[in-house]
């Protein structure tokens, strides 16, 4: 099992930034590949971004790229998200997932197996 807690969400204006946590524990979480996802009311959840635990790789969603950063502490305990020049259509809540085994160009949110509680992303114009 894996244990994952989100946090850092909250309510922003256009242009601002905003960083995101996901505390780790469990049964050999270093082994696997983590990921945020996002879902906006009445939308599918979506793919954001991707790291490695074990070598770092990371993958981004076209509509983040060079605005979101992933990238996880020294301790390997804690993934973050840094969201720049957040924009309105960044509102959602946003999940921490992990799975074990997978490309980080996986981005279907079903084949990943934990999830977080999620933490909400208020983005005002």
């Known amino acids: 099992q894996v244990q994952l807690v989100e946090s850092g969400g909250g309510l922003v204006q256009a242009g601002g930034s905003l960083r995101l946590s996901c505390a780790a524990s469990?049964?050999?979480?270093?082994?696997?590949?983590m990921g945020w996802f996002r879902q906006a009311p009445g939308k599918e959840r979506q793919f954001v971004a991707t790291?490695?635990?074990?070598?770092?790789?990371?993958y981004y969603a076209e509509s983040v790229k060079g605005r979101f950063t992933i990238s996880t502490d020294n301790a390997k305990t804690t993934v973050y998200l840094q969201m720049n020049s957040l924009k309105p259509e960044d509102t959602a809540v946003y999940y921490c997932?992990?799975?074990?085994?997978?490309?980080?160009?996986?981005?279907?949110?079903?084949?990943?197996?934990?999830w977080g509680q999620g933490t909400q992303v208020t983005v005002s114009s």
């Open positions: 469990g049964r050999a979480f270093r082994t696997y590949t």
């Open positions: 997932a992990a799975a074990w085994g997978l490309s980080v160009t996986v981005v279907t949110a079903q084949r990943y197996a934990y």
């Open positions: 790291i490695s635990w074990s070598d770092g790789s990371t």
